[in-house]
């Protein structure tokens, strides 16, 4: 008798992967422990994001820091969803220098238009140009390529090298590092959000931007400015 039928294995191997540090053959075990064989697409549509968290308590199956956004798309996966998602906004028309000193910014997205993602797990990255006056979603990247590279993060952080800010629900530390590599400043947003309200604030900011990110932009940071000048006038 087949134990686990090909749809099933399919959802699994895609979960697995959601998970990042999952042992897929001990993943797939406790999925036969929880759901009896043999494993169906049906059995794994009834598996919630409580009953996941149980299943990946075993030190031999996952992380146990493994985060909640990762956990609930593998449920996703496992239930059949594969990535494609017709909710997720289309890339407008876009004209490389039409937006000059605007920053390219990637927000990893789980769902539609959302800040949602882990970095190392989400199916895509919205790119976006923010500038002054408008904000732009120039390209969409589904990021499934990447995760057959023999480093991932590695090959995630080379689909979004041409940004220089790429935000995240969560990132590790040294995937964290190889996209600073990549020359692109990575920035949490621990809450989900939707990409267009996190990149406003961002936006707000940029006729007087702080430190880090007059740094990133090419400019002299405002606060910079006015110690300058105060140092000009006590010269003077």
């Not at 146990?64 to 990762?70: F, H, K, N, Y």
């Not at 740094?215 to 006038?233: N, P, Y």
């Given at each position: 008798?087949?134990?686990?039928?090909?749809?099933?294995?399919?959802?699994?191997?895609?979960?697995?992967?959601?998970?990042?540090?999952?042992?897929?053959?001990?993943?797939?075990?406790?999925?036969?422990?929880?759901?009896?064989?043999?494993?169906?697409?049906?059995?794994?549509?009834?598996?919630?994001?409580?009953?996941?968290?149980?299943?990946?308590?075993?030190?031999?199956?996952?992380?146990?820091?493994?985060?909640?956004?990762?956990?609930?798309?593998?449920?996703?996966?496992?239930?059949?969803?594969?990535?494609?998602?017709?909710?997720?906004?289309?890339?407008?028309?876009?004209?490389?220098?039409?937006?000059?000193?605007?920053?390219?910014?990637?927000?990893?997205?789980?769902?539609?238009?959302s800040l949602d993602g882990?970095?190392?797990?989400?199916?895509?990255?919205?790119?976006?140009?923010?500038?002054?006056?408008?904000?732009?979603?120039?390209?969409?990247?589904?990021?499934?390529?990447?995760?057959?590279?023999?480093?991932?993060?590695?090959?995630?952080?080379?689909?979004?090298?041409?940004?220089?800010?790429?935000?995240?629900?969560?990132?590790?530390?040294?995937?964290?590092?190889?996209?600073?590599?990549?020359?692109?400043?990575?920035?949490?947003?621990?809450?989900?959000?939707?990409?267009?309200?996190?990149?406003?604030?961002?936006?707000?900011?940029?006729?007087?931007?702080?430190?880090?990110?007059?740094?990133?932009?090419?400019?002299?940071?405002?606060?910079?400015?006015?110690?300058?000048?105060?140092?000009?006038?006590?010269?003077?």
């Amino acid at each position: 008798m087949t134990t686990i039928t090909k749809g099933a294995a399919l959802r699994i191997a895609l979960a697995a992967k959601a998970l990042e540090e999952v042992n897929p053959r001990a993943f797939t075990i406790k999925l036969a422990e929880k759901l009896g064989l043999p494993l169906t697409e049906d059995k794994l549509a009834t598996v919630t994001v409580a009953d996941l968290k149980l299943i990946l308590g075993g030190e031999e199956t996952v992380e146990p820091d493994v985060d909640t956004a990762s956990i609930k798309l593998a449920v996703r996966y496992l239930w059949g969803d594969n990535g494609d998602d017709a909710s997720v906004p289309k890339a407008e028309a876009y004209v490389e220098g039409e937006m000059p000193g605007s920053l390219r910014v990637a927000v990893a997205s789980n769902t539609a238009d959302s800040l949602d993602g882990h970095f190392g797990s989400a199916p895509r990255f919205l790119v976006y140009q923010v500038g002054r006056d408008s904000i732009k979603l120039v390209d969409v990247r589904p990021t499934l390529a990447a995760d057959d590279a023999e480093d991932k993060n590695v090959a995630r952080s080379e689909m979004i090298d041409d940004c220089q800010i790429v935000y995240v629900q969560s990132i590790g530390g040294p995937a964290a590092a190889k996209v600073v590599r990549a020359g692109v400043h990575p920035i949490k947003f621990p809450q989900p959000v939707p990409a267009r309200e996190a990149l406003a604030r961002l936006q707000a900011t940029l006729d007087a931007p702080p430190p880090w990110l007059a740094r990133i932009m090419g400019v002299e940071a405002k606060s910079l400015s006015q110690f300058a000048t105060d140092e000009e006038t006590e010269e003077a």
